[in-house]
Nanobody, 125 residues
Framework: QVQLVESGGRLVQAGGSLKLSCAAS????????MGWFRQPPGKEREFVAA????????YYADSVKGRFTISRDNAKNTVYLQMNSLRPEDTAVYYC??????????????????WGQGTQVTVSS
């Protein structure tokens, strides 16, 4: 069992930056693929980014490519999402996700094993 706790969400102005963190419990964190999703107001949850268990390979949604960076620190059982050049359309609840398939394929397909509870990011214009 893995528990995920996100933090770092807040109100930020357009053009600004924010870094989200997701702390994971469990001794096997380093073997899990990790990812981020978001759910904008009134819309369905969507994939944002994912990383292999090693952090060597990353994937991004087209809408965030070049602006967001996913990274992980396996020694700290933590995955991060650095968000730059934020736009009002980035406003959403951001969720952390983990999956036992360390290639991240299940995360990219929207079917991870574990979800966090979410953290609110609001970008004002």
């Amino acid at each position: 069992q893995v528990q995920l706790v996100e933090s770092g969400g807040r109100l930020v102005q357009a053009g600004g930056s924010l870094k989200l963190s997701c702390a994971a419990s469990g001794r096997t964190f380093s073997s899990y693929a990790m990812g981020w999703f978001r759910q904008p107001p009134g819309k369905e949850r969507e994939f944002v980014a994912a990383t292999y268990w090693s952090g060597s390979t990353t994937y991004y949604a087209d809408s965030v490519k070049g602006r967001f960076t996913i990274s992980r620190d396996n020694a700290k059982n933590t995955v991060y999402l650095q968000m730059n050049s934020l736009r009002p359309e980035d406003t959403a609840v951001y969720y952390c996700a983990a999956d036992r398939d360390h290639s991240s394929v299940n995360i990219r397909n929207g079917r991870p094993d574990y979800w966090g509870q979410g953290t609110q990011v609001t970008v004002s214009s």
